[in-house]
């Protein structure tokens, strides 16, 4: 089982910590871990065992989705000492815990109820790091869930139309995801139209849209829970002069950083290849993010490509590129797509139409 193989690898890094045992509270990787869909766990990992802790709300879909767990029941109990007491009944003595994910009060509980021979120790980013590099079956699921919003762009593009408000357009978007097989939105979808499209992630509002506008839409889908992010500028109109250059600028810098992309090279340096070309045009200074983040269980799901990563892309990383410029009073311009690292390069997952396209 994929569980299995994620556990080994995590048993790895805990005996490189020297950990009898990992505490895992973040959601994301619960599931990760184990498979488990529910809303609130607690897996503990040690040696030799696997445990999930859950309440009675949960603990038949538990048992369905986590064969390879020990599920513990606890009720009329806050969580914090329910995972007390499985740890002192368990033959462990350093403890980890995931120091980002876990409040300073609900550390001390646990560590009021602890026996004082256990020793509780901060870790950070175990099982992110785990998660980073996807396995097959994970690919699988982002490619189904890129299909869906590809096929849902070109569903889009037949029937927006001006006079339609921002938040029509979003509400269109969502039910053809969802129409199309998505489980829901991967995240709220973004539609920003004229001067609006300057903020990066701007809400859809009551705003009309009007001729000769650029409209940006950002959206994804959320399959089997992994997500696909897709980022494409459309014009209600035949596009004048500034606003086919900045785009043109901006699928450039996309396709340039998108052939970088391979095993070996750092974030930062793909992350260049675009910012370095928008720069060379006059508009660095209109490009205010990073050029793309890793996307897996969640939609941003790491660093990936920015001025500051460090990371060093393997094989099996998705990674999003979406290089933006935007020029307030004006609007904005972004394309992105998700793209998979392979052994000899990239393959890109979201293949929907990138050429300017005009919605009269």
């Known amino acids: 089982m994929v569980e299995k193989t994620r556990i080994e690898r995590l048993r790895g890094l805990m005996a490189d910590n020297s950990l009898d045992a990992l505490l895992v509270t973040d959601i994301s990787n619960v599931f990760y871990l184990t498979g488990f869909t529910g809303s609130a766990a ?9 445990y999930l802790l859950t309440d009675p709300r949960y603990t038949t879909q538990a048992l369905e989705q986590c ?4 599920i513990v029941e606890y009720a009329a109990k806050p969580t914090t000492v329910a995972v007390s007491e499985l740890l002192n009944d ?7 815990y995931e120091a980002d994910q876990v409040s300073v009060s609900y550390y001390r509980t646990v560590r009021r109820h602890t026996k004082p021979s256990i020793s509780m120790r901060a870790t950070r980013g175990l099982v992110e790091s785990l998660r980073r590099v996807k396995d097959a079956d994970e690919i699988e699921i982002i490619q189904k869930a890129c299909e869906i919003a590809d096929a849902t762009f070109a569903s889009l593009i037949q029937n927006i139309s001006i006079g339609m408000t921002e938040k029509e357009v979003a509400l269109q978007v969502d039910t053809t995801l969802r129409r199309l097989g998505a489980d829901k939105e991967a995240f709220d979808t973004i539609a920003a139209s004229g001067p609006r499209a300057a903020s990066p992630h701007a809400s859809p509002t009551e705003a009309v849209l009007g001729p000769n506008m650029l409209l940006k839409l950002d959206f994804g889908a959320r399959y089997g829970n992994y997500n696909s992010d897709i980022t494409r500028t459309v014009c209600l109109g035949a596009p004048d002069e500034k606003q086919r250059e900045i785009y043109n600028i901006v699928l450039e810098a996309q396709i340039r950083a998108i052939e970088a992309i391979g095993p070996g090279k750092p974030g930062w340096e793909i992350d260049a290849v675009a910012r370095d070309y928008i720069a060379s045009k006059g508009y660095g200074d209109n490009f205010r993010h990073g050029l793309g983040h890793s996307i897996g269980i969640l939609v941003h799901d790491g660093q990936a490509l920015s001025q500051t990563s460090n990371i060093i892309l393997e094989p099996g990383m998705v990674v999003t590129v979406e290089p933006g410029i935007y020029v307030e009073g004006w609007g904005g311009v972004r394309i992105e797509d998700d793209v998979l690292v392979t052994d000899s390069g990239r393959s890109i997952l979201t293949r929907a139409d990138k050429q300017l396209i005009d919605i009269s």
């Open 67 to 70: 064969p390879s767990s020990n």
């Open 90 to 96: 368990l033959p462990v003595n350093r403890v980890g």
């Open 42 to 50: 607690v897996v503990a990992v040690t040696k030799s065992n696997v």
